[in-house]
């Protein structure tokens, strides 16, 4: 590392930094490893966190759906805040590492909710001849929007996972208006840069 005065602070406040990294034994020292057990243990032990679906017509035909999760204790500052996410590619509200993220928030006193991405869910049937679209944030824009209708006065967390970050961040940007309607942004794993990545393809 560089020597400098951040370096020396961090040092100081955090002296494990000092230590040498001993892997916990089989588990530590091989990602496959836990990517495999999590995969496994991950299905039998996540939450399923219950709550309720709404749909809404788009002017396409499209149904949108997204489903909304009450909070399960009081938020520390006593407010109300909804945390509103979006899954990565093709994912949904059943994706267990979605279950695991709702329940997680419920228990800290957020309400939570999870835009399904249109097609994602096998038993919410097409009303269109179209599934979602990676680069479009409309189904993302209704449900903020129904959210605020709904609970006028939650302030909203827009937060997406991988590709949901990337829409996120895009929905947030397309307009000064969007980002006045929350209060933070998180874009959590964003795999990369869509615009690079298309000039490589």
Known sequence: FKD???SRNLIKACPLLQEPYVPPLIWGKSGHLQTIIYGKLGRVKSPFPRGERIKIAMDDGATLTYDIFEPLSQHPSEGDITIAIC???????????IRTCVDYAQN???????LNHIGAIKSIK???????TYGHTDEYGLMIDDLLANYPDTKIIATGFSMGGNL????????????SKVIAIMSLCQGYDIAKGAEEL
């Open 126 to 132: 097409l009303t269109a001849p179209r599934i979602f």
């Open 108 to 114: 800290r006193g957020y309400r939570v909710a999870v």
């Open 87 to 97: 899954p990565g590619l093709a994912n949904s509200s059943e994706s267990v590492y």
């Open 168 to 179: 996120v961040l895009k929905y947030c940007g397309e307009n000064p208006e969007n980002e």
């Open 4 to 6: 400098s005065q951040l």
